[in-house]
């Protein structure tokens, strides 16, 4: 089968490699219908997560036809076409019943600090994600979803991982009506956080960033005031300028390891990797936050030190939360969200690309070039 | 400020999830208590082992499922293996993990040449869609590195025929 392989930092092609086999009862191989490359997908790109391997294939957004499924595999049913959560998670451990579908305690031997995640390093479970012709989907019928009849494939892929994590970060921030929010970062997380904190009844939504037409398309989709960054002399004097000296009640990380902004923070995050990423967005959202506000983050960091200023979440009493979404807890209320028209992920995707192309849609994707939002693979099958 | 709708309740959907109990406390976590019951769970069956999969120390064992991509072989693996003696809480832990990924990638070159293939580093780089999109971004990088290059070749060549 046709899959994307790793070579390294910037580098990454399209490979033959063997389908994946059922390797556990409860796996189902799944033929896959559309990937995304996402935002959190740049991090191993661009080599700041530990123990990315040189041949594996990335992918943890993706949609696809079951086409075998273990013995223990009892809901899900070949030909199903399903879309499938980025978490992996066995549904059993004491974290899953809680909801913590992110937290699987089942699914990554690697690392206790995070579940397993398809694609996404090592670090992560070291399995082999969704940007290929076939994927092999552990726990099939825990986290899986059918896709209702009539649901643009487009819009389902997009509730694998976006959506249900801005919806997650705009929950996170506990969001009381008439509060004002602000979102660092206008990629896809960030545009849909930002539509999404009207739901939770803001009163008042900012987003900022540094890339004009991601700015612009904030704008009208969420809609929102969205700002560059670069055309204020210090963001977080313009958000207290802004909320009367007091703050935001509100701040969201939409932004992660590659924020741009501080040359202190590209250096030591994004250049030397001695900390788990730039927190330029963390560091701005803290200082934005008013005293007893609350920080939502979802930007994805590494899992060493940061330089963050954690004396002032002290002293300000701020709240911080922060988690990988738990997809499968949210999907019902996201799915009708789509079907009542409320939210419309696909309006978000802005490349169709073939799965052959994957080197230069990771590099569209990952320089911003001909005004990219949110690019898809589509596997050969898939276009025909 | 022109896009800030004057009347937020006129935005599609608003407030249709708003939660004033969520302020801010556990509401992610559907509370069982069950840790108070103790942390031990019905497993699911236990994938085979067929590759070399390591661990983290702080866990007893492999979980019930995980990834069988790209095991550890060679520099890079023994790397990984060292690395994997020390847990999450540790440099010793991530820091030879990074060095191993690095040393993978010239492994990874030695393992195309090996196998008959010069890799295209430049297609592998997406540059035929930099051309495309942003062909005088393109250019500039080349010439700033070719110039950065240049530079420091005829300072080091400087160094060499001074210290003769």
Redesign the interface.
Known sequence: MLAMNYRGPHRVRIDHKPVPEILHPQDAIVRVTRSCICGSDLHLYNGSVPDTRVGMTFGHEFTGVVEQVGPGVEKLKVGDHVLVPFNIACGTCVFCQQGLYGNCHESNPQATAVGGIYGYSHTAGGYDGGQAEYVRVPYADVSPAVIPEGMDPDDAVLLTDVVPTAFQAAEMGGIQTGDTVVVFGAGPVGIMAARCAWLFGAGRVIVIDCVDYRLDFARTYAPCEAYDFRSLEDPVVFIKGTTESLGADVCIDAVGAEAAGSALQTVLGRKLLVQGGSATALHWAINSVKKGGIVSIVGVYGPVGTHVPIGNVVNKGITLRANQASVKRLLPRLIEHVQNGILDPKALITHRIPLEDVSDAYRIFSAKLDDCIKPVLMPPSARS | ?E???KD?SQ??????????K???TY??????D??HAG?S?????R??P?VE????I??S??????????PPSGA?GAL?RF??QYS?SS?GH?LP??L???V??A??VLNDLKNGRV???L????????WK??RT?LVRRILVRGILFSAAVAYFRGKSTDSR
């Open positions: 400020m896009h800030t709708p937020p935005v599609l959907g608003w407030g249709v999830d708003a939660d004033p969520n302020d801010p509401p992610m976590k559907h509370r069982t069950g840790e942390y769970w019905g497993r699911p069956p994938q085979p067929t999969v390591l661990h983290s702080e866990r064992d492999l979980t019930s499922a995980f990834g069988t991509s790209t890079s990984r690395a994997f999450e440099y991530w993990l990074m191993a990924d690095r993978g990638v492994e990874g890799p295209n580093v297609a592998e780089r997406g540059w035929k869609a930099e999109h942003d971004g």
